[in-house]
């Protein structure tokens, strides 16, 4: 994000502002991991994932007895997703986390490779069914890649264990610009509050680790 809190400009352009040193710490926290989820939005602005292509990080995941990638999961309560989008072809297993009506029109597809509806009852994905279902299926450590609204429905659930921000050296601005949490926000007595567990500076950027305090 940058040094006032935006992932984005007004725009909502792609965020390209992060060194290759962000990049890198990146693709090292999606190594570590057996899925990563994320929301439309986030994958209609980029068109891709980002992929582990480090060869000692897939040789790492090889070594623990894991898929060279870990599932990247799209959430999307609505399932309109454009089908030519690049990220449908690169080499990484796909899931979708949508609703009933949002999985209608990808059944008998084959882009994704699993299509998972999880309704509440008055709609929406119901994100602590989708927890239990994670877990089901085996993924044991997954990583939310964004965006901001995504990560406000999995706070508001009390599914997330921790926080890792990149702070960048620019100014953003902007009313609209989208923010690490999205959604109606916390009042600040029942807001979520994090300990700090590491941080490291490496030359304008710093790299921040915080748990969720319970």
Known sequence: MSADGKIADSQASPARFGSAVDKAHLEKQIALVDGVLFGAGTLRTYGTTLMVTDPELLKQ????????????????????????????????????????????SWQQKIEFHKVFAIEMVEGGINWVAAGEKLTEMGLQKV????????????????????????????????????????????????????????????????????????
């Open 143 to 214: 990583a939310v890649l964004g965006g901001g609204q995504l990560v406000a429905s999995l706070l508001a659930a009390d599914l997330v264990d921790e926080f890792w921000l990149t702070v960048c050296p620019l100014i953003l601005g902007g009313e609209n610009a989208p923010t690490p949490v999205a959604g109606t926000g916390f009042l600040a007595n029942l807001a979520p509050k994090l300990q700090l567990l590491a941080v490291e500076r490496v030359e304008q950027e710093v790299f921040l680790h915080y748990r969720l305090q319970r």
């Open 61 to 104: 995941r090889e070594l623990q007895g894991k898929r060279s990638q870990p599932i990247h999961i799209v959430c999307s309560g609505s399932g309109k997703i454009d089908p030519q989008l690049r990220f449908f072809k690169q080499q990484v297993p796909r899931w979708l986390f949508t609703t009933i009506k949002g999985s209608q």
